[in-house]
């Protein structure tokens, strides 16, 4: 069964900054499309940012050069950098393992938790 662990997330005041990883069990990252989701309750679930095989990145507007997508194939773990951080950021985030542009995630991570609050 794959697993997909996420760790990392927080309590941490407006200005901060946090680092999610994401480690899978059961399949190599370098395979699939990496993507970051999260949701803030009562909203929806939306992306925050993708990386492709080929290394390059999306991401969502109101993150744009706040928050970093990056993939260490030979570690096999994704991560999420995240400065300047603001108490709209706040929701549990959730990484996903896509195998193509073209399916939906194929596997989800359990989430973490990232508040933004002084």
């Known amino acids: 069964q794959v697993q997909l662990v996420e760790s990392g997330g927080g309590l941490v005041q407006p200005g901060g900054s946090l680092k999610l990883s994401c480690a899978p069990s059961?399949?190599?990252?370098?395979?699939?499309?990496i993507v970051w989701y999260r949701q803030a309750p009562g909203k929806q679930r939306e992306l925050v940012a993708q990386?492709?095989?080929?290394?390059?990145?999306n991401y969502e507007d109101s993150v744009k050069g706040r928050f970093t997508i990056s993939r260490d194939n030979a570690k096999n773990t994704a991560y999420l950098e995240m400065k300047s951080l603001k108490p709209e950021d706040t929701a549990v985030y959730y990484c996903g393992a896509q195998s193509s542009i073209y399916s939906s995630v194929n596997y989800w991570g359990q989430g973490t938790q990232v508040t933004v609050s002084s």
């Open positions: 990386i492709f095989k080929s290394g390059s990145t």
């Open positions: 059961r399949i190599m990252f370098s395979n699939y499309i």
